[in-house]
């Protein structure tokens, strides 16, 4: 089951030639999730081959490169014949503003574009086997991120003791599965604990977009299999991430530290480090010994199970 992110625009407020201002696109199982807008988002996608066939995006404030890209979006999936709606969720207060940006450009779309607030704690989007929901972030303006969490899965089927108990192989060897008691050969009943491991837990995907370090974002990201955190800036600009209230590599290192989260990947990268990153990564390392990574935009993740290496 895949869980596919790719990095659209990993830059800060000021776009570089290589880097574009906030996009996190998210396949997971084929539902299409975009995280944060900006400028000329769309035309990330279509050069990172990751179509535009979302259903939801999902805003963390109103800053201009987080957002701007947005009428140009909509509009682009009206051209190519868009007639599924498009919810847009939003931090409370921000969906006048939202709606006003949306029909910034004159007209208004050819398909139907929901805007739905919501707030830090609640669920934005209960999928079938997963949830999204908003967790409150430190920014200039209002501001949260967003945690994508999967439902535990069953634990793992033992095929030779099913076999051993006298079920036949075949449909019951999914209902088993599935939580099901089946009736073997003999006619006696088999329990699913009889042949099911405990159950499995699923990912968690964490999106801060812009933010100082906080306690809360320890709490949601617990264990998280990969945290998108915002890195600014390079320790040496502590105080410049302070006073614009962002965070540094190193402030990042440290959230996914005490997280004990497996795997950082380093967002809203300054344009002062066009030329040379590197000092943020090598910060963040320095406070965080899992994997760490600085996506370049187009880099894509595949986010494995906890377990997958077991």
Same mark, same amino acid.
Request: proline share 6%.
């Given at each position: 089951?895949?869980?596919? +992110? @790719?990095?659209?625009?990993?830059?800060?407020?000021?776009?570089? @030639? /290589?880097?574009?201002?906030?996009?996190?696109? +998210?396949?997971?199982?084929?539902?299409?999730?975009?995280?944060?807008?900006?400028?000329?988002?769309?035309?990330?996608?279509?050069?990172?081959?990751?179509?535009?066939?979302?259903? !939801?995006?999902?805003?963390? !404030?109103?800053?201009?490169?987080?957002?701007?890209?947005? %009428?140009?979006?909509? &509009?682009?999936?009206?051209?190519?014949?868009?007639?599924?709606?498009?919810? $847009? !969720?939003? %931090?409370?207060?921000?969906?006048?503003?939202?709606?006003?940006?949306?029909?910034?450009?004159?007209?208004?779309?050819?398909?139907? +574009?929901?805007?739905?607030?919501?707030?830090?704690?609640?669920?934005?989007?209960?999928?079938? *086997?997963?949830? $999204?929901?908003?967790? /409150?972030?430190?920014?200039?303006? &209002?501001?949260?991120?967003?945690?994508?969490?999967?439902?535990?899965?069953?634990?793992?089927?033992? #095929?030779?003791?099913?076999?051993?108990?006298?079920? %036949? +192989?075949?449909?019951?060897?999914?209902?088993?599965?599935?939580?099901?008691? =089946?009736?073997?050969?003999?006619?006696?009943?088999?329990?699913?604990?009889?042949?099911?491991?405990?159950?499995?837990?699923?990912?968690?995907?964490?999106?801060?977009? *812009?933010?100082?370090?906080?306690?809360?974002?320890?709490?949601?990201?617990?264990?998280?299999?990969?945290? =998108?955190?915002?890195?600014?800036?390079?320790?040496?600009?502590?105080?410049?991430?302070?006073?614009?209230?962002?965070? @540094?590599?190193?402030?990042?290192?440290? $959230?996914?530290?005490?997280?004990?989260?497996?795997?950082?990947?380093? $967002?809203?990268?300054?344009?002062?480090?066009?030329?040379?990153?590197?000092?943020?990564? #090598?910060?963040?390392?320095?406070?965080?010994?899992?994997?760490?990574?600085? %996506?370049?935009?187009?880099?894509?993740?595949? =986010?494995?199970?906890?377990?997958?290496?077991?």
């Amino acid at each position: 089951m895949s869980l596919r +992110v @790719t990095f659209l625009g990993t830059g800060g407020a000021v776009p570089t @030639t /290589e880097r574009a201002p906030s996009a996190l696109f +998210v396949n997971r199982e084929g539902d299409r999730l975009l995280f944060d807008c900006g400028e000329g988002t769309q035309r990330g996608m279509m050069r990172y081959g990751t179509g535009f066939g979302i259903d !939801h995006l999902f805003v963390s !404030h109103l800053h201009g490169d987080h957002v701007l890209g947005i %009428p140009g979006l909509v &509009q682009t999936l009206g051209f190519n014949d868009r007639e599924e709606p498009l919810t $847009i !969720h939003c %931090p409370p207060g921000t969906r006048e503003d939202l709606h006003d940006l949306v029909h910034a450009v004159g007209h208004d779309p050819t398909f139907r +574009v929901r805007i739905e607030t919501v707030a830090p704690g609640e669920t934005a989007l209960a999928a079938d *086997d997963y949830e $999204i929901r908003a967790f /409150e972030t430190t920014h200039r303006t &209002q501001s949260q991120g967003y945690v994508l969490t999967e439902d535990d899965r069953p634990g793992r089927f033992d #095929r030779p003791k099913a076999e051993s108990l006298g079920v %036949p +192989v075949g449909p019951k060897f999914g209902r088993l599965h599935s939580g099901e008691a =089946v009736e073997a050969t003999d006619g006696t009943i088999v329990e699913p604990e009889q042949v099911v491991g405990p159950s499995r837990p699923g990912r968690k995907l964490v999106y801060t977009a *812009d933010t100082r370090p906080r306690e809360r974002t320890v709490e949601v990201a617990a264990n998280a299999d990969l945290l =998108v955190h915002d890195a600014t800036f390079a320790d040496d600009m502590a105080d410049r991430a302070r006073d614009t209230a962002h965070s @540094t590599g190193r402030e990042a290192g440290g $959230i996914a530290a005490r997280a004990d989260a497996k795997r950082l990947a380093l $967002i809203h990268v300054s344009s002062r480090y066009a030329g040379d990153a590197s000092p943020i990564l #090598r910060d963040a390392r320095d406070a965080f010994d899992g994997t760490c990574l600085l %996506p370049d935009d187009g880099d894509r993740i595949e =986010v494995p199970f906890p377990d997958a290496e077991e």
